[in-house]
């Protein structure tokens, strides 16, 4: 059975309140009309995600969806106020009249808040959109983003890594490890294409230019039925459009690297292409080199670009692409390897409004991650390829059946290239005659989904949403589904209880080493192996307890079966069940986040108690173990502050249990006659059994705004690791001696850092 009998009434329920909503929702409204359209910068054009819209003087409400686009139904005929309310932007109100039976289509435009020293506060309306059951979700504003830095460099998962449960292996790693899950079982959508390796530099910075993003959305569990594939979160990100009213450009000058973009109108809509390239190759070159110990030479780059028409006033299409790629090469005598790892996306957007209850996105995509990896070390050549493509087609319906009930259903098909080749040989150039060292893999796959969900208000307290996901993978000739269910009640206008459950499965897997992943192999689930699942559990309590605060506590628990371990020291694999161990886990915690939006000073403290466990028959004796990314107490500190209209000064605290490693039992030592060196073997200690020091740093940062030839001009101060707090990388045991010694690899210093940008 996919899952115990007990659960099946819980699929009953489900299934009857969809058939009896579908009957139910269908009602024409009576002496009113459904109000729908999209919310847009005043300036820009560029449509906004999340603004709260309402009927003033009524319960009726919603918010836009991520193409800005939103529908309130049943709006009693007459004159009406829309109130549109979003964060940084002033509080809008539109004067509507509305005929009995005759939806409205409108625009509304906001305008974007005045910054000065007399600052007014811009709120935003504390109603949630009940349409749409929001579980373990931030959302935090781009402008908040785009104040944690790195190396002088705003950064997505910088920001993401200072919220509670969302965990890195190290400082110098941007991979996200959200509550017990490894980073591949993470789904990363960029206007709905799939990115397989969304960091450069080996983790250090994510490969998301800042000025491309429009809105991100983390959601840590419980995720609805419209997302699959991925068994632990979400994050889904959506690039700006561009300017519609005129074009503006934007240069940015830092010490990692530097970056430009611009933006502007172009016949019925706009576009939009941003670049970002490093030169610490060309700034290594110039600093005195030792022969035999040379500096590697590294450089990335990645570009962002969309175009956006209008095609009329209910169809919208958009072209979107991204593209990265990395390059390391190092030299020395005897030895010489490069490295090259590079996404390749883009996709096509067409979103319609069939009425004003109606709306669809369909998607075409194809994305593609490969990485290679080739040297000769005194004379002895070798070279591995390996890469990842899907083409996919994506339709999401949102039916906005009635006031009390909406409606998401969709399709999602993928297919599927896996390619891996491996010449080991000695001689890369085809002439070899040691075949056995040559090996050369391409597999072909495809998958099939539909997925339905439905949200029902109930009474103005409580709302509920079910969904159901269905999912076919061709190489495992497995069909298997995913039952989602939301609760949410509001005890007082102030606090909300909610509660999800959810089964998710898994069908790719990642093969990397736990320290280093320059080298990442996504592998299909095959035969040999069953596919990976995790059930969500997860109970949240939501309050607003102050004017602009936000205060959540999230409890969750969380089942993973069939997750892997690499087989490092695997030979000759032939199947996926070679190079994985299969095991299962659990993880189980409770986070707490205090945040405030709005205002002069903004921010947010977060804490999360986590503990995570898995289990493998091949591995630590086939006892239960922790991951070595566990980490048990973790605290988070960040706050903005807008002291006047040129000077903002932030700053950001972590404090971290340590990591996980594996320790050593003892030592065995060999020595051949006549010969002066020798062999030492150390035996470990059970599986990341110990841990290292506690971890913890202050960053600061101060803005100034100005200008330059009359242009905006900013000037970035960053100081990373403010207290020079060298914390470890990881820890190795020394055999080079006839005593093994333990040695401590430490990660940066004290970094600080100046950037310059300049608008035009």
């Known amino acids: 059975m996919l899952f115990p009998i007990c659960r099946i009434p ?8 969809i058939t009896a909503l579908s009957f139910s929702a269908v009602t024409p409204a009576e002496n009113g009309a459904a109000v729908s359209g999209f919310v847009e910068d005043e300036t ?3 449509t906004l995600i999340g603004a709260t819209v309402s009927i003033k003087g009524t319960k009726l409400g919603a918010y836009t969806n991520k193409s800005g686009f939103f529908s309130v139904g049943k709006v009693p005929a007459g004159d009406q106020i829309l109130t549109v309310s979003y964060i940084g932007y002033v509080r809008s109100e539109v004067k509507i009249h509305v005929d009995s039976g005759v939806p409205l289509k409108i625009r509304v435009q906001m305008k974007p808040s005045t910054k000065s020293a007399n600052e007014i506060t811009v ?3 504390r109603t949630e959109d009940k349409r749409q059951i929001s579980i373990s979700q931030v959302n935090i504003p781009i402008e908040q983003l785009s104040q944690i830095r790195i190396g002088g460099e705003p950064d997505i998962f910088r920001a993401l890594l200072m919220l509670p449960g969302v965990l890195s292996s190290s400082q110098i790693s941007s991979g996200l490890f959200i509550r017990g899950g490894s980073p591949d079982q993470n789904l990363v959508l ?21 000025d491309a993003i429009k809105n991100v959305d983390l959601i840590k569990g419980g995720f609805p039925a419209e997302y699959g594939g991925r068994m632990s979160a979400v994050l889904n990100i959506t690039q ?13 000058i830092g010490l990692i690297s530097s970056r430009a973009s611009m933006q502007g109108p172009l016949g019925n809509g706009s576009w939009f292409l941003g670049g970002r390239a490093t030169y610490l190759d060309l700034l290594l070159g110039l600093l005195p080199q030792d022969p035999k110990s040379p500096f590697p030479s590294f450089n990335f780059y990645d570009v962002n670009a969309k175009i956006t028409q209008d095609l009329s006033d209910d169809d919208k299409v958009s072209v979107s692409g991204f593209l990265t790629r990395d390059k390391l090469n190092f030299t020395q005598p005897g030895l010489i390897f490069n490295v090259g790892i590079g996404n390749r996306a883009t996709s096509a957007r067409w979103s319609h409004i ?3 209850d109606l709306f669809s996105v369909a998607t075409v995509s194809a994305s593609r991650y490969d990485n290679g990896f080739d040297g000769n070390n005194a004379g002895f050549q070798f070279k591995i390829d390996n890469s990842i493509t899907d083409y996919s087609l994506k339709t999401e319906f949102e039916w906005f059946a009635a006031e009390n009930v909406t409606f998401k259903f969709g399709y999602e098909g993928t297919i599927y290239n896996f390619t891996y080749s491996q010449n080991t040989s000695g001689r890369t150039d085809g002439t070899t005659a040691n075949q056995s060292s040559v090996s050369v893999l391409d597999i072909w796959d495809n998958i099939h989904a539909l997925y339905a969900q439905n949200t029902w208000n109930v009474t103005d307290a409580f709302s509920i949403q079910t969904g159901l996901r269905g999912g076919y993978w061709s190489k495992s000739q497995q069909l298997l589904f995913d039952p989602r269910v939301a609760l949410r009640y509001q005890l007082t206008d102030g606090i909300a209880v909610k509660a999800a459950w959810g089964i998710y499965h898994q069908y790719l897997r990642l093969a990397s080493a736990p320290d280093f992943s320059f080298f ?9 192996v069953p596919p990976g699942r995790a059930d969500h559990y997860i109970l949240a309590v939501e309050t607003q307890p102050f004017e602009g605060f936000d205060f959540n506590v999230d409890l969750y628990y969380k089942t993973l079966r069939n997750i892997n371990e690499l087989k490092q020291n695997s030979i000759g694999a032939k199947s996926v069940s070679d190079v994985f161990f299969i095991g299962n886990g659990e993880a189980y915690g409770a986070e707490f986040f205090l945040q405030k939006k709005m205002g002069k000073f903004t921010g947010w403290i977060g804490y999360a108690l986590g503990y995570v466990y898995s289990t493998f028959d091949g591995v630590n004796n086939g006892n239960t173990f922790r991951p070595k990314f566990d980490r048990r107490h973790d605290l988070k500190i960040t706050g903005m502050y807008r002291l006047n209209e040129r000077w903002e000064i932030g700053a950001s605290f972590m404090f971290q249990s340590g990591q996980s490693y594996t320790g050593a039992t003892s030592a065995l030592g060999g020595r051949m006659p006549g010969w002066d060196g020798g062999i030492v073997m150390v035996n470990p200690s059970q599986r990341w059994g110990l841990r290292l020091p506690n971890s913890h740093q202050l960053n600061l940062n101060v803005n100034y705004i100005t200008t330059l030839f009359d242009l905006p001009f900013r000037i970035f101060l960053d100081v990373f690791n403010v207290y020079s707090r060298r914390d470890i990388w990881f820890r190795f045991y020394d055999t080079s001696d006839a005593i093994p010694t333990v040695t401590d690899v430490r990660l940066l210093p004290i970094l600080p850092t100046i950037s310059f940008e300049l608008k035009f």
């Not at 819980?10 to 309140?17: D, E, K, T």
């Not at 700006?240 to 940015?252: F, N, T, Y």
């Not at 990442?520 to 035969?527: M, S």
Request: glycine residues 6%.
């Open 190 to 210: 960029l206007d709905g294409m799939t990115v397989y390796n969304p960091t450069h530099l080996f983790g250090f910075i994510s490969a998301f230019n800042n």
């Open 240 to 252: 700006k459009d561009g300017d519609r009213d005129h074009i503006e450009g934007l240069v940015a």
């Open 10 to 17: 819980i699929l009953a329920v489900m299934l009857f309140s």
């Open 44 to 46: 820009t054009k560029e």
């Open 520 to 528: 990442d192999t996504w592998l299909p689930t095959d035969n040999t």
């Open 123 to 125: 709120t935003a309306d």
């Open 354 to 356: 069939y009425a004003s």
